[in-house]
């Protein structure tokens, strides 16, 4: 009995990090997907199309990427392409 209490136990912390890792990696997506919008300002387009092309942007790159999303796409243009298309930018 104590050995299944304690399989629970550890179970359900291994669940609660995993849950806050997963929460903290979202808001870091939010962050990483607002500076991209505001990186865009100047280009004339809707802010539903910045957001839907840095959107995918973001889920493109690693959760370990330290580069922006604007250095990132430089160097990945075949993502910059495909991101611009589904998003309508062309």
Not at 20 to 34: F, G, L, M, P
């Amino acid at each position: 009995m104590k050995i299944s209490i304690a399989i629970l136990s550890v179970a359900a912390s291994t669940l609660i990090a995993g849950s806050a890792t997963a929460q903290q990696r979202q808001t870091d997506d939010v962050r990483w997907v607002n500076q991209c919008v505001r990186d865009s300002a100047s280009y004339p387009v809707s802010e539903q199309i910045k957001v839907m092309y840095c959107t995918c942007m973001v889920s493109k790159m690693s959760n370990n990427e330290t580069r922006s999303v604007t250095q990132w796409e430089r160097a990945n243009p075949v993502a910059r392409d495909d991101c611009a298309k589904r998003a309508g930018w062309n």
